[in-house]
């Protein structure tokens, strides 16, 4: 552990992760290493102005909120509340009976969804302060939900991985009105209380409706708690059969790169589950080593650099 926060303080003196705000390291369950800087912050569309922060000092997760929302799939899903994945998709909208008519669109299942492989026209490359950014889109456009699910078939569901936020709001929405309630207040109640995590945010769109793709705040404390659940098998709190078939490895991205249920899996010689985020957000759970780091940063739509040394430091590499 001397060895790792050397390495990590060498980072921060040097000046390598020049955007970090946060950093905690948990083995075997304990906290092992914490440390916060200062910088420039947003919250989902509203400018922080310049953040102290420190251990209280809540965060936005950016895309990391939708391996949030996995585990909260698999409570509900445990608890009977939502659909198992293999059942239909647009059919859980009946809002839109001529999209559920739609027989382009009736192969969709929820798995689809969860593993974002729902072969619709889908493009996050543009910046995400544009509505050529199609999450931006759905947030703006007014439904988000019939958005995404009247996006152009492109291709046959579940042979490609295409990175689609609007899977997640999908996803979020099932689970809401299983739930028969607001997805932040079903995560408080099934999720962050059971964990000890008393203090989080979910920014709202303009429909009302929480950003489920990347709305979360929380403290970076209380992310590492999420990844040691993960570790620990969920515990009494996320079904362990569903955190198995979540970090299964199900689509290629690239390389050893996989993707489970919302969670990126990492196949190669060390065995690693991530969730990523938008300007540096991360959180590694590494089992072999009972490992699990949280980094918060503010390179919101550049470069994850800080977050990439500061995870190599920690790892060694």
Sequence with gaps: MVAMAERVDEVLRAGTAPNFHGLVVMRGGEVVLERYGAGPDHRLGQDLGH?????????????????????????????????????????????????????????????????????????????????????????LAPDRHRYVLERPVVEEAGRRWLYCGGA????????????????AEYAETALFR???????????????????????????????AVGQLVLDGGRDIVPGQWIKEMLTPRIVIEGEFRYGYQWYVGTGERRQYEGIG?????????????????????????????????????LGR
């Excluded at 009976?97 to 996050?124: C, F, K, Q, S, Y």
């Design 51 to 139: 953040v102290v922060f420190d251990r209280d000092t809540l965060h936005d997760l950016r895309s990391v909120s939708k391996s949030v929302v996995g585990l909260l799939y698999g409570i509900a899903l445990g608890e009977g509340l939502v659909p198992d994945p293999g059942e239909g998709l647009v059919r859980q909208f009946t809002e839109y009976p001529d999209l559920v008519a739609d027989p382009e669109r009736t192969h969709l299942t929820i798995e689809h969804a969860l593993t974002m492989t729902l072969g619709l026209e889908w493009n996050e490359d543009a910046p995400y302060t544009s509505p050529a950014n199609s999450e931006i889109a759905m947030e």
């Design 168 to 183: 997640t709001a999908l996803l979020g929405a099932v689970i809401a009105r299983g739930a028969g309630r607001p997805l």
């Design 194 to 224: 059971p964990l000890g995590i008393g203090d989080f945010g979910w920014t709202k769109g303009d429909d009302g409706l929480e950003s489920a793709a990347a709305g979360l705040r929380l403290r970076p404390l209380d992310l590492a």
């Design 278 to 314: 938008n300007g540096g957000q991360r959180l590694l759970a590494v089992p072999e080593e009972d490992l699990v780091v949280a980094v918060t940063a503010g390179e919101y739509d550049q470069d994850m650099v800080s977050a990439t040394t500061l995870l190599d430091a920690v």
